[in-house]
Every structure is written in structure tokens, then in C-alpha cells.
């Protein structure tokens, strides 16, 4: 960082300083990667302003001494309801990207959720955490890759499977387009990372040799894979269109641990999950990559929480940014929270430390706001508490 790129903070505190660190740090077309969402953009805005539009109602002269955030998701005790949630490619955002986050998760105890599309492999995030990660699964055409990966991922101590259901077509995220990252143009994508990862001063993963660790997660799949490019068009070709609830079914009898469907906004989608056994869902958009023009995950959670009544836990992610966000998110009925961008963010900027002190400071929020709300309990955070 040279003078002139000074921050305007010698600590950063929120997630939008660690996003202004990562831009510094990353070249321009990883940090627009991790940044965009799909086509003009407008759920992705919506996904934080509608988070910002909820007012919270003060209640002073409680006894707030004994604030507890603690709680369990999925049966795993966290020590606040947060996730983080899965990012394909996240290891080239710092070396062995992806350890750094499982291993300042679990020092903050929340779980950390592994993409399919992770450069580190299952078994390496295993074992650098204490606390086994969540593994995430996008449906891929080669069924028997995805038992493979399933057998795997069990080996490795993993016993929650995150399943995406959003990705039918991956969305067109037109910042990629410009800067030559999109699906459709996928060699000139791979072909810039490749050379970017040759830089000596370059803080991506560069793995033994000089080859990259590329996609840990599919490495028996892509044992032939010699770069990039060839990863792409291996990823490009296995996302599957044709994929339907009766996939969802197989999928429920193959995988025997606890099953999270992420990327439901439909009351109906969410209750068909619960019908196939879902253990939980995650109310989302993908982080506004997908559908644009959907509605920001915060605006349909009450909606779908009032329709499973219970049933089962409801995570949502999209536009979490700090813990006043979390605590409006468990209001309107969510159980937890996941966040996507802003953990990138720190890892990208700070590595390891800096995830932890983002996390951390996040819980601080949460007991606060909580505080100022009057209640000591997440049970008692309730619709009463909004401005309606
Ligand atoms: C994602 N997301 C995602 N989801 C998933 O199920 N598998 C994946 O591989 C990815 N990859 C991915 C890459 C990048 C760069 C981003 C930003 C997001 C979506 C992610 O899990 C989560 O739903 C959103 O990021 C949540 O929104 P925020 O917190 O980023 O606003």
C-alpha cells in the first residue's frame, strides 16, 4: 500500500472497512468477483437497504446484565447465531484462504461452511479447525462424483451438508463479463488468475511447485486438470440444469447427517423442503447473484418463518453486514444468519487475525443492541421490537 492509498482508519472495524482493505489488496477482478452481484444489480442493493430501512424500538431501565448470545444451530453449540457461508474460489483470496477462515471461525465459535468450488480441500479445513466445517454441495451432472464427494466429506468428519438450490444456470454477473471472469468467456478468466498466481508478491495460493492447490474438492475429478481453463470448462459443464426436487429426494436417502437447503424465497420452496426432510433452510438469494430483480432475503423471511411455524431452523443470509443486522434478521424469525462478502472481505485483508477480530467485534454488536432492546435473551427477541 503505498502514501497515497493510505485508509482513512488504523483499525478496521466494520465490514465495509475490510472491504475498502480487500479492494487495496486484491487485483480488480477477484475483488469485483467477490463485490458483484447479477445483472443491474438491484437485489444486491436492496439486499442491505432493506436491513437499513427496519427501525429498532429503544426500551431503556431493564436489567440487562446478563445478555446471552449463545445458542445452537443444527445441534452445534455457536457462541452467537452466525454461519459463515460458502464462497466458491475463496482460497485465492489469501494463502490457503479457506483454512484461515475455518480456523478463525471456530476460535469464535460459529461454524464455517466449505463451497463445493473451496481451493482447500475437505479434509485440510478439518484438520486445521477445531470444530468440523459445514460442506456445501451443488448438484453436479456426474452423480457418481457426487456420492464420491458425499463419502468424502463424511470421512473428513463433516455431519452437515449445505445444499444450493439456487444455481440452476449460474447468474450473469456482468462486472465478471467486463473484466473477462464471466462463464461464457471462461479461458481469458482463468488464463488472468493463472498469471496473476505466477507474481512472487501475489498473496493467492500458489500451492507446491508453483502449481495451484485448485479446487480441493474436486481434485479426484480433476486429477487431469493441469489449469485453470480446464477447470472451468469442468465447472461449466457439470452444473446441473435439469436438476428437480426429485433429486433433492435421492440426495435426502444418499446423505444420512443434517441437510440445509440454502436458497429458498418461496413459501412454497421452503415447505417442499421440509416435506423432502430438510433439517433447516436458509432463506436467500445468493447474495443478489442470481435472480435479480428478487426480493432481498429480509423482506421474505416473515413470511416464510410464519409458514414453517417451527418446523424447522431457519438461517438467512443476504445483506448481513454486523450484528444490529443479525438481531433484526432473528426479530422478523430467523434462528441464525449467514454471511458471505464480509468474511471474504476480512480474510482478504487481515487473514486469519483479521476474521477473528471482524467476528468478534460482530458479537459485541449482537450483546449490545440486544441490551439496548431490553432482553437478555434471544428467545425474547420478538416482532414488538421493530417499528412496523
Ligand atoms: C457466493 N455464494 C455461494 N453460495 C453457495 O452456495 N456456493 C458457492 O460456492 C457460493 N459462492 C459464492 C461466491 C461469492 C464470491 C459470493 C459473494 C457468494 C453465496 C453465499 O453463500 C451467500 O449466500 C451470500 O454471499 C450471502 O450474501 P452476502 O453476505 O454476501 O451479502
Not at 155 to 168: I, M, N
Not at 239 to 260: A, E, Y
Not at 326 to 333: E, Q
Not at 361 to 386: C, H, I, R, W
Amino acid at each position: 500500500m503505498n502514501l497515497f492509498m493510505k485508509p482513512l482508519f488504523s483499525e478496521p472495524a466494520t465490514a465495509s472497512d475490510y472491504r475498502y482493505l480487500a479492494k487495496q489488496k486484491l487485483p480488480r477482478f477477484l475483488f469485483d468477483y467477490i463485490d458483484g452481484g447479477a445483472n443491474a444489480e438491484l437485489t444486491l442493493e436492496r439486499n442491505c437497504s432493506d436491513f437499513n430501512s427496519l427501525q429498532l424500538r429503544q426500551k431503556v431501565m431493564r436489567d440487562v446484565s446478563h445478555v446471552d448470545v449463545a445458542t445452537t444451530l443444527l445441534g452445534h453449540d455457536c457462541a452467537l447465531p452466525l454461519a459463515l457461508a460458502p464462497v466458491g474460489m475463496s482460497g485465492m483470496m489469501r494463502q490457503r484462504g479457506e483454512v484461515q477462515a475455518a480456523k478463525a471461525a471456530s476460535q469464535v465459535g460459529v461454524p464455517f461452511t466449505l463451497s463445493t468450488m473451496g481451493v482447500c480441500p475437505v479434509e485440510e479445513v478439518n484438520q486445521a479447525a477445531s470444530r468440523p466445517c459445514w460442506f456445501q454441495l451443488y448438484m453436479l451432472k456426474d452423480r457418481d462424483a457426487v456420492l464420491s464427494i458425499l463419502s468424502r466429506v463424511k470421512k473428513a468428519g463433516c455431519d452437515t451438508l449445505v445444499f444450493t438450490v439456487d444455481l440452476a444456470m449460474p447468474g450473469l454477473r456482468h462486472r465478471d463479463t467486463r473484466n473477462s471472469l464471466s462463464s461464457t468467456t471462461a479461458r481469458g478468466k482463468m488464463s488472468r488468475a493463472w498469471q496473476i498466481a505466477q507474481r512472487p508478491s501475489w498473496v493467492m495460493d500458489v500451492g507446491v511447485k508453483g502449481k495451484p492447490h485448485i479446487l480441493g474438492n474436486l481434485s479426484e475429478i480433476l486429477q487431469n486438470t493441469s489449469d485453470f481453463s480446464d477447470y472451468a470448462k469442468f465447472a461449466a459443464a457439470q452444473f446441473d440444469p435439469s436438476v428437480t426436487w426429485d433429486d433433492l429426494v435421492w440426495l435426502r436417502q444418499q446423505w444420512s447427517g443434517k441437510l440445509i437447503i440454502k436458497g429458498v424465497l418461496d413459501i412454497d420452496d421452503a415447505k417442499r423442503s421440509v416435506d423432502i426432510g430438510a433439517d433447516a433452510i436458509v432463506v436467500s438469494n445468493h447474495g443478489a447473484r442470481q435472480l435479480d430483480s428478487a426480493p432481498s432475503s429480509i423482506s421474505v423471511l416473515p413470511s416464510i418463518a410464519k409458514a414453517i411455524n417451527g418446523d424447522v431452523e431457519i438461517l438467512m443470509d443476504g445483506g448481513v453486514r454486523n450484528g444490529v443486522d443479525l438481531v433484526k434478521a432473528l426479530i422478523l424469525g430467523a434462528n441464525g444468519a449467514m454471511i458471505g462478502r464480509p468474511w471474504i472481505w476480512a480474510v482478504a485483508a487481515k487473514g486469519e487475525q483479521g476474521l477473528v477480530d471482524y467476528l468478534s467485534l460482530f458479537k459485541q454488536e449482537v450483546q449490545y443492541t440486544m441490551a439496548l432492546l431490553g432482553v437478555n435473551q434471544l428467545a425474547e427477541l420478538s416482532p414488538d421490537l421493530l417499528y412496523q
